[in-house]
Nanobody
Framework: QVQLVESGGGFVQTGGSLRLSCAAS????????MAWFRQAPGKEREFVAS??RSRSSTEARFTISRDNAKNTVYLQMNSLKPEDTAVYYC?????????????????WGQGTQVTVSS
């Protein structure tokens, strides 16, 4: 019912920036709670940022935003560190509010790899 496709990952040096994009299907995208999570090899998936119509949540260096006209959510990542290296996933929660718990999200993209070199 909801398809998500991430893009924008790649290789970047420490201190650099990347902007990830997540294109979503569905004409009710504006009502979806959206989030970004990441997972490094051997580690648990962790919350990065989330956004709804009324609020957003970010880490200090990361900013989430959305363009409802394009059915797209973004993650602007600045001052990247090697510890940020992970697969980044976009997630959607239709007709819901944003949370930090990955279990609350029903749909997931395939992920996009971010590698930060020192």
């Amino acid at each position: 019912q909801v398809q998500l496709v991430e893009s924008g990952g790649g290789f970047v040096q420490t201190g650099g920036s990347l902007r990830l994009s997540c294109a979503a299907s569905g004409r009710m995208f504006s009502t979806y709670a959206m989030a970004w999570f990441r997972q490094a090899p051997g580690k648990e998936r962790e919350f990065v940022a989330s956004i709804s119509r009324s609020r957003s949540s970010t880490e200090a260096r990361f900013t989430i935003s959305r363009d409802n006209a394009k059915n797209t959510v973004y993650l602007q990542m600045n001052s990247l560190k090697p510890e940020d290296t992970a697969v980044y996933y976009c997630a959607a929660r239709p007709a819901g509010y944003s949370t930090t718990n990955d279990r609350d999200y029903d749909y997931w993209g395939q992920g996009t790899q971010v590698t930060v070199s020192s």
